[in-house]
Structure formats: C-alpha cells, structure tokens
C-alpha cells in the first residue's frame, strides 16, 4: 500500500512538471512559429499586390492606415484567471472614432506591430479572442477602436506570459520609443509618452477614442488625436491588474 501512494504521488509530480513545461515552455513555442509564419505571409503578400482601392496616406512621415467603430458584441475579453485579460470593452461613448479595417473577421489578421525596444514582431488580429487570436500567439485589436494612423485610439491586448508571450517585456519601454504598425496600406510610426503601470481590468477609459484612466485619471489626455495603447496583465504569472503603455502618431 506504501508502495502504491508513493507511486501515485511521483506519477502527480511528474504529471504536473509535464502540464508547467507545456504551459510555460512548448505553447510558446507553438505560437511563436505560428506569428512568425503569419508575419511572413502578410508581409509577402503586401509586397506583391498594391493597397485596396480607398487605402489613404498617413501624416506620420511614413504611409497611413484605418480606425475602429462603435464596440462590436462578437466576442467577450478573457475571463479572469488568464494572464492575457484585457480591460473590459468600453462603452460608446465620446467622440467617434473612424471605422476598423473593413471586412475583417474576427481573428482574421490585418497588421504587423513592432516594437524595436524589446525585439518584438507580431501580427494583429481583429478581436480579442483566446482561442482564435490571444491564445495563436498573436496581438488582439479591440473590436470597436481605431485602425492604425487614424484618430483615435487603436487599443490591442496581448498575452504577458505563456502562448508567444508577446507583450512579456512591455514593462521595459520608456517615454520616446518607437512602435510600428504595418498594414497593406503603409506603415505608421507612433512614440511612447506615456505608461500607466498597474490599474484595474474594468479600467475601460484606456481604451476610448481620447484615452484616460477612470481609476487614476491623472494619466491620460485631454483631446482628441491618434493614440496607440497596448494593454497586458501585471504583474507577471497573474491576471489581477493590467499594464498599460501609451504611445501617440508620430508628425
């Protein structure tokens, strides 16, 4: 009898180094592949077919993209326990921005972020889906919130640890980085100005059309512009608050 709970309990052990290795190990690496394919596919695609009819320049000193509607109830943000929770979406209010990228699906990707500062490139989808976008390893566009390069906010979620992991090191940017946005119709360039380190998930006024906290509303702006926030889980292994990064259209 001594000899079987022993097993039993060597046979848990195991069984639960096995489920840590997957979760913190090999669903990185699964979606890590998966984002650099997809990257390489749009980027390629881009490449050899011109931008769809109604494409415009943006005045950021490199070409320009689209923005996001009213709110789309397609799809609910993660549940608590994730480590990739976004905040909760907001309501309409405010000022309106422009219309998301036209006939994007949800999960369908349309843009390739990148951030010099921590080596990141990833692609971006529409929504804010586990299972078909956070979860691929992939950043998530807030259904309802700016295109790239229109006024606005365009608000995107990514995971903080586990499944590529990609907004694992955003915690390391500072006021003045650049973050890129690429998309068919050209590639937008905005600056970090502003960081908010630790807020509540149901903070939705980082992510309206003129972003600011509701939780600690001296962080934020004032007036309308083009806004770029990135939103995590903090602190890392945990879903309990969220970090949130601030970056405007370059001019």
Known sequence: MLWFAAETVVTCGVLILLLVVHQLWWTNQQARAEAGERVAVLEREWDISPPEAGGSSGASGTSGDAVGTSPAPEEPAPAAGSSASPPARPSSGGAKPSPAPARTPSGETFAVLRIPRIGLTVPVAQGISKSKV????????????????????????????????????????????EITLRTREGTFTYRVDQILPVTSPRDTGVIQPVPRSIVKPSYGYSKAGSYLTLTTCTPEFTSRYRLIVWATLRR
Do not use: I, Q, S
């Open 134 to 177: 956070l979860d691929k390893g992939y950043v998530g566009h807030y259904p309802g919130t700016a295109a790239p390069g229109r006024v606005g906010n365009v608000a995107l979620a990514g995971h903080r640890n586990t499944h590529g992991e990609p907004f694992r090191y955003v915690n390391r940017l500072r006021k003045g980085d």
